[in-house]
């Protein structure tokens, strides 16, 4: 046996034992600067992904087990593991998605999510696998509830979150997982009793059917041709209804997932594919290390290793981190503590890790305190309940439920303020590790739970090697990030008292987003009455309003004394809150006016809330019900689509091809690819000013470091400093800056860190120039860019002079940042002869980057390889921005000899790359008194940014879309492009369609208001009919959106819920909802004409396999997928045989920029062109060799000298307008929508929530309906953050 604990701790370890993937890792002096996700992807386990780096996204997602010595049981977290550092899970077992299965042998969650179309780019999907698989391991049988909450710490920026969600809910129905879970936990796993069947248990096409024949031994429908076929034959009853009803229409009481009542293709689809799904058995998942619970347990013999305390000091000289203890008991924390002073206390990392990655703080001396059972004791008595400080917030999650039933909802209202608060905070993976104290001494001055402490009188035990401290919460801040405790002191526990009777409780928060947000201002408001309902006590607590939490001394002096429910007392405390939390305009985070109106908002609510609990008649009592903050419903969703009827392949629901390889972390990225021999890594010096003159460039202290090979400046540029459409751009700048965050030069380095760190050392002297940052500040400069873009359509004076009313007004669209998962790299390899070089790059246009790469070298375009396998998201944000990232990859290539690897940090990659174009826009409308339109004058202004990159494309596309679907008979368009020093802005989904659509709808709102009609109204009496001219002189041909209109207000009830709304408002006073329809139309084809084209290049093999290489990119748009069902339909195979294994400049030569909604028209034409070519070479041969293989026909083919390759090209045609002369076709045709909006205001604090959305799109004939649906669905919720809760801000003068 082990040591006695006394003497093993007087010996620290400095190493540190884990368990990966049920595998022993033991790693001596690790690392100390290195996080767990650097660890696994140094490792090659890439499925774990780089997303943000501040644990706000999930992607890095991992599992790490352990055994808590508290609770003698096996506890499962999900975890950041870019916050996590490597040294911490010591003791512990990590699981990757590695961990979970493979492609050919996926995890049951691996293969929902993949097969129910969950993963579309698939950076994310790890991420999202690891949240359920964690969610399982804890409960075999969540919830919907459940399941939805436990991705509340994952991003996904591509599917709209409904495909993941529908996969995820199998696991919480029964009947569709084919599995039970006993009340004990253990699985009991049914067998199926036979095959066929929907999913469903108990499905109808596994009862004998009186109709049935036996044949062969099986069973088989034959229907009475006599009776009238069912109305459900696509769903599963195939005409065998019972009593009943089919198991189709059943509706479940738990399930969102596949419920379908009537034909609906999309729902029967889905119940094939999860009929299939293998049975999820826990029992088959990796068992946790037994080695670890004697570990754990320090019961491990002596030939083993022993858990001990860590003192590890750093092996690299250049390490921030120079020395990592761990004590395992509170006397050795504050023992360390004594000899190290100054060192930083690390628990969860989520703040200290956020702080060492963005701020670059250094911490030398690190003390983990999360292996210290004294710090994690709770203990109540009967005045209150002790919580350890050290308790993650998941354990005090449990803890607040624990207590608050068992002491009752009375005394424990307070536990229920700090559960309420605790709802929103954070993600999982982050509640997983935080802690109390954490959340405590850290005194943000935004902090949900420290409010909630300081009202309930909160009480804080602190210890230091001289004893122990209590210390009122009311007394512990005492200004910006600073707190009463001493040097030498911890927090021990935090004693919250019981509440008695009398008392009122609550908790509220604002944030942009209900979870994992930061706040915005929130609170804990706390009131006790006397028998006479007259004020005792009261302590109204506030973050967000000051440096600090701080309590509103003054409104709580206003209520004591007074009568609660008397009104006089309300505006009383209303009127001192107000006075006392008055912020400055100037205050850092902005807001001011929102900010203090949130502070009595909240009064106000707690007042009305508090009035009901305690009984009080008053007038706000009434209100209660409306003002307590809902949690939202489980979210459900269905989709639609017909039968595909005419096609082999094309037009299925087929799954995206590499989605079982995204959810496996099998699919590779660009900084996944195995690093070469000698490679090195970019670190970017950044501009810190938005317009200066470079003075001078120092990079020797930088170049002093070892390891440290080159700073590139623009001198070190071989050939063209310029680039873009309109060369205006430099690569890297000679003697100006134009905006903050601009590369200034590129040191590279052996390693990420040390590039990065280095750069951090060039000094750069500046000499400040006067900056434009803003669109109406270029506006009133008229800084512009030369190019206007006009449509002028008859007389719009004589228009506005015949109207019944005219309008004149203005519209802003901030900016969107596209937050595609996968942050910009490239990986520049030399060949080492003739300039050669292969680019591997995160681009949506290989093409442009091949062709820069080569200018900025000065060697020919056929001398570079542009490669892409795949990007994670993209949205636009990768069409040109991209190109520069390949570039600098590729010259410190060129310069070194050797591979060269650029990956850029999240906030890198927002300062340095350009956004979705900021529009502002002044109109005047004429209209007749019904609000049909007769002319409109709109100037429109964009944001284009320091340089030209797309924004004219932009602005052309948002002019021709200001019409949206609406007949204007007299237009006068003008837009122009502002020049500013920000970031050149430039693509993003819809490339200013919906800027200019926004223009145009918020100016119908506008009239519908000043005409006393519905905006509804408004926009159908102006819809386009058929045959109807643009302002851009095109006939809408295929015009549908008057009969989706009409089909979606009947299919979505709308009247109907018109009228329940409108109900709703006149009952509700803060509460109000609103519906809204909207329609739209997007031109397709880009707006440059030699755009406008696709090529292919497909061999047939003499095994038969079919090689496809197309001129477009994947990036999650399911494009392959769709390439390579066009080419097996056309070649008459079977989808499996037909490869895409990347798009690359050798093999798809002059290619266009996947883009512009076009790339699945050209490139499917140009396949099918190529494919159709080799068809019907090889269809002699076929005819001659009926029912041989394929193979055998291509080996035959060949032998007789058949080309069995065949380039394909296609061109749209028609296209090509002139926007001097107003003439030509802008647009091939058009997608059309309508949409439906159902939402719930707070009028008080400015939360919505959204109840329901309708869609009916028309987009063609698709190619795969649903991975169409889901590109639907992504971009509804695309837009949907743009214009309700992203917002970028900038610093006014950078």
Not at 106 to 128: K, M, Y
Not at 756 to 775: C, K, N, W
Not at 1065 to 1089: C, D, E, Q, W, Y
Request: glycine share 8%; net charge negative.
């Amino acid at each position: 046996m082990s040591p006695s604990s006394s003497s093993s701790d007087a010996l620290h370890g400095s190493s540190i034992l884990f368990y990966l993937n049920g595998q022993r890792v033991v790693v001596d002096r690790p690392d100390l600067d290195m996080t767990l996700l650097q660890y696994l992807r140094s490792t090659g386990l890439t499925g774990t992904k780089l997303g943000c780096g501040e644990g706000g996204c999930g992607a890095c997602t991992v599992m790490i087990s352990r055994y808590d010595i508290d609770e003698s049981r096996i506890i499962h977290a999900s975890v950041n593991a870019c916050l996590c550092p490597l040294a911490t899970v010591d003791g512990k077992h990590v699981i990757t998605v590695e961990g979970l299965g493979t492609s050919a042998r996926p995890h049951p969650v691996q293969e929902r999510i993949a097969l129910l179309h969950g993963s579309q780019c698939g950076f994310c999907t790890p991420g999202f696998v690891m949240s359920l698989y964690t969610l399982l391991r804890n409960n075999p049988n969540p919830t919907e509830h459940e399941i939805e909450e436990c991705f509340d710490g994952n991003l996904c920026r591509c599917t709209g979150y409904r495909p993941i969600l529908d996969a995820a809910k199998t696991f919480a129905d029964m009947a569709w997982k084919q599995g039970t879970v006993a009340a004990d936990g253990s699985a009991h796993i049914t067998e199926p009793k036979t095959t066929g069947g929907c999913g469903i248990d108990g499905c109808c096409r596994l009862q004998k059917s009186p109709d049935a024949e036996v044949a062969n031994g099986s069973s088989a429908i034959v229907h009475d041709p006599t009776k009238a076929p069912t109305s459900i034959t696509n769903g599963c009853c195939k005409g065998l209804e019972s009593d009943s009803g089919c198991c189709k229409s059943q509706k479940r009481h738990d399930s969102g997932v596949a419920e379908c009542k009537a034909v609906n293709q999309a729902e029967a689809d889905k119940a094939a594919v999860i009929s299939k799904f293998q049975r999820y058995d826990p029992t088959q998942d990796l068992i946790f290390p037994p080695f670890l619970i004697r570990y754990a347990k320090r019961t491990t013999s002596d030939s083993e290793p022993q858990l001990r305390p860590l003192d590890i000091t750093s092996a690299d000289p250049q390490s921030w981190c120079k020395r990592y203890l761990r004590p395992l008991k509170l006397s050795g924390l504050l023992a360390a503590l004594e000899q190290y002073p100054d060192a930083k206390l690390v628990a969860g990392n989520s703040e200290v890790g956020v702080e060492i990655k963005l701020k670059r703080s250094k911490f030398g001396t690190q003390i983990y305190v999360n292996d210290i059972p004294e710090l994690r004791q709770i203990s109540d008595t009967p005045s209150g309940i002790t919580f350890g400080a050290n308790i993650t917030l998941a354990r005090f999650e449990q803890a607040l439920d624990q207590y608050g039933a068992e002491y009752g909802a009375q005394r424990t209202q307070s536990l229920a303020a700090l559960r309420e608060n605790l709802r929103y905070f954070a993600g999982n993976q982050i509640r997983n590790v935080a802690t109390i104290a954490g959340n405590i001494v850290t005194a943000s001055p935004i902090s949900d739970l420290n409010p909630v402490f300081l009202a309930a009188g909160a009480t804080l035990t602190l210890a230091s090697a001289s004893g122990e401290r209590c210390v009122p919460m009311s007394e512990f801040f005492l200004g910006y990030r600073r707190t009463a405790m001493l040097k030498g002191e911890v927090l021990v526990s935090v004693t919250v008292p019981f509440n008695v009777e009398g008392e009122v409780i609550r908790a509220f928060k604002q944030a942009k987003r209900k979870d994992d947000d930061i706040a915005i201002v929130t609170c804990g408001l706390r009131v006790r009455v006397d028998e006479d309902q007259r004020v005792v006590d009261a302590a109204f607590a506030y973050g967000g309003v000051a440096p600090t939490t701080v309590l509103a001394h003054a409104a709580a002096k206003a209520a004591v004394g007074g009568t609660w429910g008397d009104r006089s007392v309300l505006d009383r405390i209303l009127g001192a809150c107000q006075q006392e939390l008055q912020l400055d305009y100037a205050v850092p985070g902005g807001m001011a006016e929102y900010r203090t109106a949130l502070t009595t908002s909240f009064l106000f609510k707690f007042w009305a809330v508090s009035c009901s609990a305690l009984r009080i008649a008053c007038a706000e009592s009434l209100l209660a019900h409306e003002l307590d903050d809902e949690e939202r419903m489980v979210s459900k969703a269905r989709q639609e689509y017909a039968p595909v009827e005419d096609r082999a392949i094309v037009g299925k629901g087929v799954a995206h091809l590499a989605a079982l390889k995204q959810v496996t972390g099998e699919a590779r990225y660009v900084d996944d690819m195995p690093a070469l021999a000698g490679e090195l890594h970019v670190g970017l010096v950044l501009s810190t000013r938005a317009h200066a003159r470079i003075l001078s460039i120092d990079a020797e202290p930088a170049l002093a470091l070892s390891g440290v090979v080159r700073v590139l400046t623009a001198r070190d540029v071989p050939g063209e400093n310029h680039w873009n459409i309109f060369k205006d751009e430099e690569i890297l700048p000679i003697d100006t800056v134009h905006y903050y965050g601009q590369p200034l030069a590129l040191v590279l380095a052996t390693t990420l860190k040390l590039a990065q760190d280095a750069a951090r050392l060039v000094s750069v002297s500046y000499e400040d120039l006067p900056a434009v940052l803003s669109i109406r500040d270029a506006v009133a400069k008229s800084s512009f860019y030369d190019e206007t873009r006009q449509l002028i359509n008859g007389d719009v004076d004589a228009a506005l002079a015949a109207a019944d009313l005219v309008l004149e007004g203005e519209s802003y669209c901030g900016a969107q940042e596209h937050f595609y998962l996968e942050t910009m790299g490239a990986v520049a390899v030399p060949k080492g002869e003739d300039g050669e070089m292969d680019v591997f790059a995160s681009t949506q246009n290989p093409t442009e980057a091949q062709m820069v790469v080569a200018e900025v070298l000065g060697v020919p375009a056929s001398r570079v390889v542009c490669r892409v396998k795949r990007m994670g998201g993209g949205f636009g944000g990768k069409e040109s921005r991209s190109v520069l990232i390949a570039a600098f990859a590729a010259l410190g290539a060129h310069h070194t000899g050797r591979s060269v690897r650029i990956a850029l940090d999240r906030d890198e990659d927002m300062q340095v790359s350009g956004q979705r174009h900021p529009f502002y826009g002044t109109w005047t409308v004429g209209v007749t008194k019904e609000g049909r339109i007769l002319g409109l004058r709109a100037r429109v202004y964009s944001n284009g940014g320091f340089s030209h990159d797309l924004s004219i494309g932009v602005l052309e596309r948002a002019v021709s879309h200001l019409d949206n679907c609406y007949r204007m008979p007299a237009t006068d368009f003008v837009g122009r492009v502002c020049r500013t020093n920000t970031q050149s802005n430039t693509a993003f989904r819809s490339f200013g369609g919906c800027q200019g659509m926004f223009l145009s709808e918020s100016m119908l709102c506008e009239v519908a208001d000043r005409l006393n009609l519905s905006v509804e109204a408004v926009r159908e009496i102006n819809l386009y009919q058929p045959g109807d001219v643009t302002p851009f002189s095109q006939p809408l041909n295929d015009w549908n959106v008057p009969l989706m209109w009409d089909q979606l207000k009947a299919k979505a009830q709308y009247d109907e819920r018109r009228l329940a709304v409108d109900e709703f408002n006149k009952h509700s006073t803060h509460r109000k909802r609103g519906l809204a329809m909207l329609p739209t139309k997007f031109g397709i084809s880009f707006g440059v004409k030699h755009l406008n084209q696709g090529m292919a290049l497909v061999h047939v093999y003499m095994d038969g396999s079919v090689l496809v290489a197309h001129g477009g990119t994947e990036m999650g748009q399911g494009l392959h997928t769709k390439m390579a069902m066009v080419a097996a339909e056309t070649l008459e195979l079977p989808l499996e045989s037909i490869f895409i294994s990347e798009t690359a400049t050798n093999t798809a030569a002059n290619t266009s920029p996947t883009a512009a909604s076009a790339s699945s028209d050209l490139n499917g034409f140009a396949v099918y062109n190529a494919c159709k070519e080799l068809a019907d070479r090889l269809r002699p041969y076929r005819e001659r060799m009926v029912g041989e293989s394929f193979a055998k026909i291509a080996k035959t083919a060949y032998l007789d000298r058949c080309n069995l390759t065949a380039a394909g090209h296609y061109c749209t045609p028609d296209i090509g307008f002139n926007w001097a002369k107003n003439e030509g076709l802008l647009y091939f045709y058009f997608t059309q929508g309508v949409a439906i909006a159902e939402v719930e205001l707070d009028t008080l604090t400015g939360a919505h929530s959204t109840l329901r959305v309708d869609i009916i799109m028309d987009v063609g004939r698709s190619l795969n309906k649903a991975i169409d649906i889901g590109q639907i669905e992504g971009a509804f919720a695309q837009g949907q953050g743009w214009t309700t809760t992203e917002e970028f801000l900038y610093f006014p003068s950078t």
